[in-house]
């Protein structure tokens, strides 16, 4: 089955930018998607198709995809900011596929 | 405003069965693919089943393909998961979530979620 691997965590200083991937090896001709999850809250749409922001999400928010890679960039991470980023992505079959998670803490 | 309910989280047993529901409002639910995601308590986002706008295509992850089943009646704006012959390890938050864009079948994915109902499968 498709697989998406994130690193566990991410840790920067605020201000700093921040970098979160996804490996994926159907990128990048598969759309990534990027979300969002603060502590018992929904998950929040960031980017979709590897690139747009959804109205309301800061500009500070950005996405490629490259390689066999994805990337969700924070240029200047906010405290705001800290929560779990989840990138998914949709399989040759038509199904779901979520990474396992990043842990982004911005201190 | 987009409003998305789920019901039907409770505690059953390894073996048994359990119909999960979904009340949608605020969009015109029968214009959408819907998906089920679930996490279970500490761990990532799931993946589990979606359904097109017409009913006409599900999809299911694998470690649900045969036991649960997804449907939807668009004449009351509601969104069903079927499970059967649970596993404790299906014990999780399941939530729904809605599609962002009307009536496409290529380019889906879950853009607005529900809170989620939670439910046990232990004996």
């Known amino acids: 089955s498709y697989e998406l691997t994130q690193p566990p965590s991410v840790s920067v200083s605020p201000g700093q930018a921040a970098r979160i991937t996804c490996s994926g090896d159907?990128?990048?001709?598969?759309?990534a998607y990027w979300y969002q999850q603060k502590s018992g809250q929904a998950p929040v749409l960031v980017i979709y198709e590897d690139t747009k922001r959804p109205s309301g999400i800061p500009e500070r928010f950005s996405g490629s995809n490259s390689g066999t890679m994805a990337t969700l960039t924070l240029s200047g991470a906010q405290v705001e900011d800290e929560a779990d980023y989840y990138c998914?992505?949709?399989?040759?079959?038509?199904?779901?596929?979520f990474g396992g998670g990043t842990k982004l803490t911005v201190l | 405003e987009v409003q998305l309910v789920e019901s039907g989280g409770v505690v059953v047993q390894p073996g048994g069965s359990l119909r999960l529901s979904c009340a949608a409002s605020g969009f015109s639910f029968d214009d959408y693919t819907m998906h089920w995601v679930r996490q279970a308590p500490g761990k990532g986002l799931e993946w589990v089943s979606l359904i097109t706008w017409d009913g006409g295509s599900k999809r299911y992850a694998d470690s649900v393909k045969g036991r649960f089943t997804i449907s939807r009646d668009n004449s009351k704006n509601s969104l069903h998961l079927q499970m059967n012959s649970l596993r404790p390890e299906d014990t999780a938050l399941y939530s729904c979530a809605k599609d962002k864009y009307r009536n496409d079948k290529v380019k889906t994915f879950p853009d607005y979620w529900g809170q989620g109902t939670l439910f046990n499968v232990s004996s």
């Open positions: 159907a990128f990048p001709s598969k759309f």
């Open positions: 998914y992505s949709i399989d040759s079959s038509g199904k779901g596929v």
